[in-house]
């Protein structure tokens, strides 16, 4: 039960978008405009989400202050949902009533102290602005949090096994942090790739800790992939100031060179080849983006989306050709 107590413009936006699979892209809405309610509506509209079956199959704490200081004394991270119930959204209902409903979430909700926060509108309700102040900003929001209430990652695809999968990993970080106190180049090491599994490290972090860690072969080809990873993002941030020709001539020399991104980041970075290729001419590198990015590609609840995303890798793939 509830504790209370306790651009090219298309590869920019599709980097900013933070790699995410167009198949988990939702469309979001502003939350429809409602007419004035009392405050002893929005209790009750409060009071009566908190009280679905979803949230009495588990411990959900309501308290976000309770939910800390349990992560504190069990060494654990709070998996954290965001929701409202002042209007509503179908978007969480529906997750709600999907993975969070499950059963099989429970065995997943073991390994963290679960923590709901409600946007309800009713005066003197603690902590409203939580949300914002992590940066977060969309209505069902799923995350991890540190016991300090440092926010760790964000689950962007909401099914029930890639909630379980980023689940394995934030234990991974917080078990590493845990033996990480007490020292060693084994601790060191686990935490530095629990870290890095969570793209946790910026390009500059890397490059600081990698000289101390011993690595296999087989990690130093993972770690090389978050290496391209981060200096994507890195890329990204400065976009405003290089500029998107030159952000793009940046990761097309990184694939000249053989230097590849992980799989999370792989759309983005074809993106980016591809509009590179368009500028430059190349023709045959066009190509090879193009097919890149149509085997990754997955459908989105917006059909016009698809369409208009298949016809601007077209124009580029056709401008790549001198057509």
């Not at 629990?194 to 500059?204: K, M, P, Q, S, Y």
Request: charged share 25%; net charge positive; hydrophobic share 40%.
């Amino acid at each position: 039960m509830p504790n209370r107590t306790a651009r090219p413009s298309l590869p920019l936006l599709l980097v900013l978008a933070l790699a995410t699979p167009l198949s988990v892209m939702r469309s979001q809405q502003p939350a429809p405009l409602q007419p004035q309610q009392s405050q002893a509506e929005l209790k009750q509209l409060r009071d009566s989400k908190l009280a679905r079956p979803v949230f009495q199959k588990a411990t959900w704490q309501v308290d976000y202050e309770a939910a800390r200081a349990q992560a504190k004394t069990e060494d654990k991270a709070l998996l954290a949902y965001f929701t409202r119930s002042s209007s509503p959204s179908k978007e969480s209902d529906d997750f709600e009533n999907g993975p969070l409903s499950d059963p099989a979430f429970a065995d997943v909700a073991k390994s963290f102290v679960l923590f709901v926060h409600c946007a309800s509108k009713v005066e003197g309700e603690p902590r409203p602005g939580l949300m914002h102040e992590l940066g977060l900003a969309v209505h069902p929001t799923l995350c991890y949090l540190d016991a300090e209430g440092k926010l760790i990652t964000v689950q962007r695809e909401q099914t029930l096994g890639a909630i379980a999968g980023t689940g394995q990993k934030v234990k991974a970080l917080i078990d590493a942090r845990a033996a990480a106190r007490k020292g060693g180049a084994a601790a060191e090491k686990a935490l530095f790739l629990a870290e890095l599994d969570l793209d946790l490290l910026v390009a500059d972090q890397i490059r600081a800790r990698l000289p101390s860690i011993q690595l296999s072969d087989a990690e130093k080809v993972d770690v090389d992939r978050k290496f391209v990873d981060a200096e994507i993002v890195a890329l990204i941030r400065q976009s405003s100031a290089l500029g998107t020709a030159e952000v793009g001539r940046r990761i097309a020399a990184m694939h000249a060179a053989g230097r590849l991104p992980s799989e999370r980041y792989a759309f983005s970075f074809w993106g980016w080849v591809l509009g590179h290729a368009a500028t430059t001419k190349d023709g045959a590198l066009a190509d090879q983006a193009f097919t890149e990015l149509t085997r990754r590609e997955s459908p989105s609840k917006d059909p016009r989306r698809n369409t208009q995303t298949r016809e601007h890798w077209e124009k580029q793939r056709a401008e790549a050709k001198g057509h």
